[in-house]
């Protein structure tokens, strides 16, 4: 039995009450806040008064609780977010505070592509972006213009989004989370505009850079499309944070495309493309798009691994270059690999497909082509697909080539 009354509960950490068996638990007229740097709420299910949640990074929130009012702070950083679990009801009031409308919270679902719910009888909401969350309760859960605009990162029902705007680029070298580099048309004009939302478009264009050379760093965990048609002067992209992209990816040969290891994942809920115009990624590329497409418009290169998750990857009959490709979960998910060769450059498992359900493979006229020259072995998981040309190129070194599956 654990009475809290109406005592005030500051908890430095998690609460963690996920197994409830033989708990007689009174909590309603209590106050708890967490906060920390392990901030995980497991509420088993019951019911508490008033929950105020502090988050500087990534928390979770497990269990299908009630609260009187929950309330969730973000902090001073780009990546605090809570992982939503089950179904979380308020009653009362429910506030989510992000920091500003480049720090912004993030309430997701705990799976990409499963959803879950939050219900409340009054809703407040500030800078803030939301992924498989299903909106109901009482509450007016139209958030199209509250402070900072919210985002949205695809799977969500119930929810009124702030409208989606094109955002022109027309401040040289910058951030991409500095809204003053951004209007709301070509050339400086049109008002101005705001740090990307994940619906929202980026254009770079023959007005957004004066001289050679200049960067642009994205530094936002998620954004929409990203469009460089008609960029002047070279500029250069780079990444300095790990992020979601939730649209099509336009890059041009009139550019840098600046090394940078931190993964994209993405996201795209609908129809997307990705040109690469003859540019390298170096960096981990993952699709997990539930329901989505990526469909290439030229060949893909990455000297880092490419992953297909959830969705539908079409290579579009162009080649494609990385160090590895993986496509092992049970999430439903399509390869079509076309009639361009696929060439992997790496050691260790170069293609795996051991986990194959719900995968649907076309080979069409593909060759797979592996071409390291070491001496460290390699190994083709096929998942017992059917391909069609396997090359080990020659002078791809001594080491052992392993082939497991029935392909």
Avoid: H
Avoid at 266 to 273: D, H, I, M, S, V
Wanted: aromatic share 8%.
């Amino acid at each position: 039995t654990l009475t809290l009354g109406t005592t005030t509960w500051n908890v430095n950490g998690s609460w963690t009450g996920t197994t409830v068996t033989n708990l007689t638990f009174s909590g309603a007229s209590s106050t708890i806040n967490l906060s920390g740097a392990t901030r995980t709420f497991s509420g088993g299910g019951k019911t508490f008064g008033t929950v105020s949640l502090a988050c500087s990074g990534t928390g979770s929130l497990f269990g299908t609780n009630t609260y009187t009012t929950l309330t969730v702070t973000g902090s001073a950083a780009k990546t605090d977010e809570w992982s939503i679990a089950a179904t979380q009801t308020v009653t009362g009031t429910f506030t989510i505070n992000g920091n500003s409308a480049t720090n912004r919270m993030y309430m997701r679902s705990g799976t990409v592509g499963t959803t879950s719910t939050l219900s409340a009888g009054t809703v407040s909401v500030t800078n803030c972006d939301f992924r498989d969350i299903v909106a109901t309760g009482a509450g007016s859960w139209n958030l199209s213009a509250i402070t900072g605009g919210s985002g949205d990162c695809g799977g969500n029902t119930g929810i009124t989004f702030t409208a989606a705007a094109n955002q022109f680029w027309f401040k040289n070298t910058g951030n991409f989370s500095t809204t003053a580099n951004w209007f709301l048309a070509t050339g400086g004009t049109g008002g101005a505009g705001r740090t990307p939302l994940p619906q929202d478009s980026a254009f770079f264009d023959a007005s957004s850079f004066d001289t050679a050379a200049q960067t642009v760093t994205q530094d936002m965990p998620r954004t929409g499309s990203i469009n460089w048609t008609g960029a002047t002067n070279t500029p250069a992209f780079t990444t300095s944070a790990a992020c979601e992209c939730l649209g099509s990816i336009t890059l041009i040969s009139g550019m840098t495309l600046t090394a940078s290891t931190q993964a994209y994942k993405l996201r795209g809920r609908g129809a997307n493309t990705m040109t690469m115009a003859g540019l390298q990624w170096a960096k981990s590329i993952e699709l997990d798009a539930p329901g989505g497409t990526m469909t290439m418009q030229d060949a893909f290169l990455n000297s880092d691994v490419l992953i297909v998750r959830n969705g539908t990857f079409n290579a579009n009959n162009f080649n494609v270059t990385c160090s590895q490709f993986l496509s092992t979960a049970t999430t439903t998910r399509t390869v079509t690999m076309g009639s361009g060769t696929w060439t992997l450059t790496g050691t260790g498992t170069l293609w795996s497909m051991a986990t194959v359900t719900n995968l649907t493979l076309n080979a069409n006229t593909s060759t797979i082509k592996m071409t390291d020259t070491s001496a460290t072995a390699k190994t083709f998981a096929g998942g017992g697909k059917t391909f069609n040309n396997i090359w080990n190129a020659p002078g791809a070194g001594t080491a052992t080539l392993n082939f497991t599956g029935s392909n």
